[in-house]
């Protein structure tokens, strides 16, 4: 472990919206935290921010007070049941979701000033707004979260499609979730794949998939994180996977 | 100018206009006419014309030889029509389309265009960009290597964008280190993309000329549903400029709630890359069947 050097910062994103961007961010974060990795969790879905309720908490302080109040991030971050620390944003307050520029400024250099973490996931709002952009920028590594729906594998595509065009990103990785069998994963992560490589020119990196399970839904309802209430499950598994591809591209 | 030879011949009274102010004064230390008048740097930028009726005749030939000057009579009005003569070429000059120095299209023709492009997307539907480019510290050139090389690095620029540009686009200088690009039927993502490429081509040109020069850009696309006049839509993208000069320079503004979500997605998949992704599911479909 090494905490002394600038945390790994990951975001994940997938413009369509959800696909499970949360669900994976807080599942990855709390594998990743059960092999022994410091990792801090960033709310920024400013708009519609729920990490704090599918983890039932009720925190004092969040983004907005830093955003709006004279807190700095370090001062908003609390430690949580899932083994990582996480940075809450505030839910359905309207001037969150339509940050200036500026703003989305000071959240990202607080972002880049923290130590003593080794890995930082972004959990991003849908769409291609220009504040997911700018998360997506901040991060060294996009995680684009797609299922079997069509649409999410269009609005994926152009998701990376915008961040190469306006930023000229070419690394992205995948993570193909809710599906029925490892296959099924593999099978769209080609297609998408093979169209970056055709159109854009890049290929792109396949993490892995999160099985379809319904113990997901069990663990939402009770506000639980289902890697901990199901550690010798499937899905536990695949996020075992999916967590060494991760430390895999920090290494990198 | 034959016309304005006869009116010389047959009259005494002379009006002379010549290429330079120094020219000027070099002829009439030469001819060193009795009455007269010089008409100072300020008042005539561009002619200066001496009223004398005692150029000797010989003198006054060999002036109409030089070719860099020419007599006329101010009794039947010539002088006034010079004079007009005079504007109406100043008029032609800046009827021209092009800037000088840089080769790309002026001020007078950006407007001109920007208008026929407001109306084309009308038309159309389909929108298109524009985007102004400020130099970012160019004055230290000038002020530390001199004009030259300022204008020499202003050139390599223009000359590079002229080189690599879409063909159907406008690249016009607005002013010192002003410059205002139209991209027809672009947009705002590919529009970006171009702004990128021109940044950093003039990081580039900067490297190699070993100045410290970059560029601040400020974008933005006009579609369908704008009702901003030409002038109105220039001002909002200088706004956007300023917008990039404002945040540290040496980057791309464009307007973030252009690309905000509601569906924006559908914007930036083009048909055929959408068609692919269909395609290359369709196998699955089956395969779940
Ligand atoms: N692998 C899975 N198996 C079963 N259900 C899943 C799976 N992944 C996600 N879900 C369900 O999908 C729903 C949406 O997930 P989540 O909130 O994480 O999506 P999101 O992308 O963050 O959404 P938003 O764009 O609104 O932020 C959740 O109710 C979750 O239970
Ligand atoms: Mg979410």
Request: hydrophobic content about 40%; some cysteine; glycine content about 6%.
């Amino acid at each position: 472990m090494n905490t002394k050097s600038k945390p790994f910062i990951v975001s994940v994103t997938s413009g369509k919206g959800g696909v499970g961007k949360t669900f994976i961010t807080t599942n990855l974060a709390a594998t990743l935290a059960r092999q022994g990795k410091k990792v801090l969790v960033a709310d920024c879905d400013l708009g519609l921010a729920n990490i704090d309720i599918m983890l039932g908490i009720n925190p004092e302080l969040n983004l907005k007070d830093v955003v709006f109040g004279n807190m700095h991030l370090r001062d908003v971050i609390i430690p949580t049941k899932g083994g990582f620390d996480l940075i809450p944003a505030s839910s359905g307050v309207r001037e969150m979701a339509q940050l200036l520029f500026e703003k989305i400024q000071i959240i990202k250099d607080m972002l880049l000033d923290i130590e003593g973490y080794d890995l930082i996931l972004l959990d991003t709002g849908a769409g291609i707004a220009e504040v997911v952009l700018q998360f997506n920028l901040l991060a060294n590594q996009n995680i684009v979260v797609i299922n079997k729906e069509l649409t999410s594998l269009t609005d994926a595509y152009a998701m990376v499609k915008v961040m190469y065009q306006v930023f000229g990103r070419q690394s992205f990785s995948i993570i193909a979730n809710n599906v029925p069998d490892e296959k099924n994963g593999l099978s769209i992560f080609k297609n998408i794949d093979s169209i970056s490589r055709r159109f854009l020119g890049f290929p792109l990196n396949y993490l892995g998939h999160v099985l379809q399970d319904e113990a997901v839904g069990k663990s939402v309802l009770k506000q639980e994180i289902a890697v901990m209430s199901f550690p010798r499950s499937r899905i536990a598994n695949n996020f075992s996977q999916i967590s060494r591809a991760v430390l895999d591209l920090k290494k990198a | 100018m034959k016309p304005l030879k006869k009116t010389v011949q047959s009259s005494p009274e002379v009006t002379f206009t010549a290429a330079s102010h120094k020219h000027l004064q070099n002829i009439l230390k030469k001819v060193k006419p009795k009455s007269g008048k010089l008409l100072s740097k300020k008042d005539q930028p561009e002619i200066f014309i001496i009223l004398t009726a005692d150029i000797p005749a010989e003198k006054r030939t060999e002036l109409l030889k030089s070719k860099k000057g020419i007599t006329l009579n101010p009794e039947d009005n010539l002088l006034k029509r010079l004079l007009e003569l005079e504007k109406e070429n100043r008029h032609l000059k800046s009827l021209s389309q092009t800037d000088e120095l840089t080769g790309f299209y002026n001020k007078r023709f950006l407007n001109k265009q920007l208008k026929i492009e407001i109306t084309r997307t009308k038309r159309t539907g389909q929108p298109f960009c524009l985007m102004f480019i400020d130099l970012d510290n160019f004055k230290s050139i000038n002020d530390t290597f001199g004009h030259a090389k300022g204008d020499e690095f202003l050139i390599n620029v223009c000359h590079l964008i002229c080189e690599k540009i879409r063909p159907t686009d406008f690249a016009c200088r607005y002013g010192g280190d002003e410059f205002v690009i139209i991209m027809p039927a672009t947009f705002l993502l590919d529009g970006i993309s171009i702004a990128q490429r021109w940044h950093n081509l003039i990081v580039q040109v900067a490297a190699q000329m070993e100045v410290n020069v970059s560029s601040s850009i400020g974008i933005d696309e006009f579609d369908v549903s704008c009702t901003l006049k030409a002038e109105e839509f220039l001002d909002k993208v200088d706004k956007e400029l300023y917008n990039a000069k404002n945040t540290g320079k040496n980057k791309v503004s464009y307007p973030g709630e252009r690309l905000k979500a509601n569906k924006a997605e559908e914007k930036f998949v083009t048909p055929a890359e959408k068609d692919a992704l269909y395609k290359g599911s369709a196998p699955l479909k089956q395969k779940r069947k």
